[in-house]
């Protein structure tokens, strides 16, 4: 991934500009809270300008789902780093040991320097805004690339951005991704993407060439293993709030349901039912959101035709032949009945509002089958029996898990989000973000006199006998 010549120029000055003035002062803390209030006080008052210009993006998307998925989230990440962020600056104390007597040992937590932000299109504010929060918070200057297939919302992250902090502080560049690979070969200290694999491999191996370090927040298949003692009424509710939110488009979004046989078509019934009291036609599905553009849209039509090709048994849990002309890439919520595994709907990430339903007969069976692929970025379980759950947590290694509910683990702060092997590598959110954009600098402070001056050449006498007390090797 080399840098476009176009692009140079802009990035390059833009670069050096955030990277000048971090070096000139590091931010303090009181800078850093003036610039999160700030933030949080603009964010806020401009909630429908963002929902306007996201909807506009998606062709249409439900008010209250950007309000819920976009600010709340935001907003609620900025307030939980204000009330944190002191305390996690403080230095923390290490015991030095008796070995290294007379000293003391702490670790400090620096701002990195210069940070790169690539986000998408599918929470285009949210996972734009996040990590510069918690970039920010640690003391970090920002330099952010968001997604070119929501202009708007870029346009307005641009705006919001130039308004909130000094061009020398936090920048936005706009672009498609000839950009997106000049940003990638900048020499960031931390480069944080959020995308698909296949980028995340392209955008990783960029960094290399200057061996910045990378956090990938990334996707894959999510699965949900619904018990045989599970609410099946709760668990249809639930699973119907994380995959159908957002029309699918969301990386935690359950890609796959693997429930017990005795339970399959009553949760599909369940299910069907749920979406027809959410989503029917009385308001013009105005709380269904649309596909982002027409090549998603091709793409997710494929996946349903390739399942039609192979027999497998679709089930459309709402018809909206009611749709007004006016509502662009609507697409239907679809069950796909046991797909077979060599099908493309279990071969890809669907990123869509198609779920396929695979039952199976033991609780074994349904962890092989997700051990036999890569870790997932989410994991849900539904079940009211705590060893079949503890069974599950056992085995299942996954980005991060959520017991009898779905989506919920993005929301809690104070907990870490990221992927694992191929659904990405390194966290945020809360702490763990601070983390992310600091380094934990350790020190080391000695005093005088201290026993280790005695530890140097020749090794004998007095020395001899220093250096085997401390290594516990017996005298000849």
């Not at 939980?80 to 104390?93: D, F, I, Q, S, Y």
């Not at 989000?417 to 350790?442: C, D, I, N, Q, W």
Request: with cysteine; glycine share 8%; net charge positive.
């Amino acid at each position: 991934m080399r840098m476009h010549d176009s692009h140079t120029p802009q990035l390059q000055q833009s670069f050096e500009r955030l990277r000048a003035a971090w070096l000139d002062q590091r931010p303090s803390y009181e800078q850093r809270r003036d610039d999160l209030k700030r933030l949080r006080r603009l964010f806020r008052e401009r909630l429908d300008e963002m929902s306007t210009a996201v909807s506009a993006d998606f062709g249409h998307r439900s008010v209250h789902e950007t309000l819920l998925g976009e600010g709340s989230v935001v907003l609620s990440e900025i307030d939980h780093t204000l009330a944190r962020l002191k305390a996690w600056m403080k230095p923390e104390r290490r015991a030095a040991g008796w070995k290294l007597w007379p000293a003391k040992a702490h670790v400090r937590f620096v701002p990195l320097g210069v940070v790169g932000v690539i986000s998408p299109w599918n929470y285009p504010v949210n996972l734009a805004l996040a990590p510069l929060v918690a970039a920010i918070g640690a003391g970090n200057h920002v330099l952010l690339k968001p997604s070119e297939h929501t202009p708007r919302t870029s346009e307005f992250l641009r705006r919001l951005i130039a308004d909130v902090f000094p061009q020398t502080r936090a920048t936005v560049v706009l672009g498609g991704a000839d950009l997106s690979a000049a940003f990638s070969a900048l020499p960031f200290d931390h480069l944080f993407f959020t995308g698909s694999t296949a980028v995340g491999r392209k955008v990783m191996a960029a960094a290399a060439q200057n061996l910045t370090p990378v956090t990938l927040e990334l996707g894959g298949k999510s699965p949900v293993i619904v018990g045989e003692s599970a609410d099946l009424r709760r668990a249809a509710d639930r699973i119907a709030t994380g995959k159908f939110f957002n029309a699918g488009q969301t990386c935690i979004a359950p890609d796959y349901v693997l429930i017990h046989e005795s339970k399959r078509d009553a949760f599909v019934s369940l299910l069907r039912q749920q979406i027809g009291e959410r989503y029917g036609a009385g308001n013009g599905y105005q709380d269904y959101t649309s596909i982002i553009n027409d090549a998603q849209h091709d793409r997710l039509a494929g996946l349903v035709s390739d399942a039609r090709a192979r027999g497998h048994a679709l089930i459309p849990l709402l018809e909206m032949k009611q749709a007004s002309p006016s509502r662009v890439r609507l697409m239907e919520p679809t069950v796909v009945l046991e797909p077979t595994q060599d099908s493309a709907v279990m071969r890809e990430e669907i990123f869509g509002p198609i779920l396929p339903v695979i039952s199976y007969r033991t609780t074994d069976e349904a962890i092989n089958h997700v051990l036999g692929r890569d870790r997932p970025l989410a994991l849900y379980c539904f079940s009211a029996d705590a060893t079949e759950i503890e069974a599950i947590l056992a085995r299942i290694v996954a980005g991060g898990v959520c017991i009898n509910d779905t989506l919920y683990q993005f929301a809690c702060n104070d907990m870490p989000f990221g992927g694992v092997g191929a659904s990405g590598m390194g966290h945020y959110h809360g702490r763990e973000g601070f983390l992310t954009f600091s380094k934990s600098m350790p020190v080391l402070r000695k005093y005088d006199p201290a026993p280790s001056d005695l530890i140097s050449p020749p090794y004998k006498g007095l020395t001899d006998k220093l250096v085997r007390f401390i290594t516990w090797i017996p005298g000849r």
